[in-house]
Antibody, heavy 123, light 111 residues
Framework: QLRLQESGSGLVKPSQTLSLTCAVS??????????WSWIRQPPGKGLEWIGC???????YYNPSLKSRVTMSVDRSRNQFSLKLSSVTAADTAVYYC???????????????WGQGTLVTGSS | QSVLTQPPSVSGAPGQRVTISCTGS?????????VHWYQQLPGTAPKLLIY???NRPSGVPDRFSGSKSGTSASLAITGLQAEDEADYYC???????????FGGGTKLTVL
């Protein structure tokens, strides 16, 4: 059974960089077709896709966040990471990592999710 | 404000049938991009409920079904149970925004 587990800083000061890692167990990140995404959910609000990465290193980012997002993959550790720069209070959210499976147009839907981790942008 | 519009809330009594709509446009659902649905129980991560418009992952009861027509999609839940009380989200791709998008979510209350 695939398992994803987020870890990283829970409190980030404004203007600093949020850093999260998603450890994947029960399966390899180095698999064709699958993508690996970050999705966030502000308290009491809906879901927002941040971006995804493939084991090759190819990335797709939400255009609204693209200027601040960097995603990377570490195949040797079977994990992938998110960096979000210039954090503000508006970035306060539960951050989920998820595995993406391609739909008919090759865009992913999310079949496995981590439990999520709350990140607060505050001094 | 999401490009996929869902009703904020729906409700139904146990045993009843409810539907949740997801209305898009010509840059997403209307273009033919697939719609997927997720169930989020309170305090938990979302769970895949329907993929590729109509398909249920293994383990999802057949009380849940999805459909799509034109620029909209729908999730139907029959034989409503107390455990179905949750938030439901649709998801697709939008070519104008060049990214994956979620609906705003619908809170289902079982009366």
């Amino acid at each position: 059974q695939l398992r994803l587990q987020e870890s990283g800083s829970g409190l980030v000061k404004p203007s600093q960089t949020l850093s999260l890692t998603c450890a994947v167990s029960g399966g390899s990140i180095n698999t064709d077709n699958y993508s690996w995404s970050w999705i966030r959910q502000p308290p009491g609000k809906g879901l927002e896709w941040i971006g995804c990465i493939y084991h090759s290193g190819s990335t797709y980012y939400n255009p609204s966040l693209k200027s601040r997002v960097t995603m990377s993959v570490d195949r040797s550790r079977n994990q992938f990471s998110l960096k979000l720069s210039s954090v503000t209070a508006a970035d306060t959210a539960v951050y989920y990592c998820a595995r993406g499976f391609p739909d008919s147009a090759r865009w992913p839907y999310f079949d496995y999710w981590g439990q999520g981790t709350l990140v607060t942008g505050s001094s | 404000q999401s490009v996929l519009t869902q009703p904020p809330s729906v409700s139904g009594a146990p045993g009843q049938r409810v539907t949740i709509s997801c209305t898009g446009s010509s840059s997403n659902i209307g273009t033919g991009y697939d719609v997927h649905w997720y169930q989020q129980l309170p305090g938990t991560a979302p769970k895949l409920l329907i993929y590729g418009n109509t398909n249920r992952p293994s383990g999802v009861p057949d009380r849940f079904s999805g459909s799509k027509s034109g620029t909209s999609a729908s999730l139907a839940i029959t034989g409503l149970q107390a455990e179905d009380e949750a938030d439901y989200y649709c998801q697709s791709y939008d070519s104008s925004l060049s990214g994956l998008v979620f609906g705003g979510g619908t809170k289902l209350t079982v009366l």
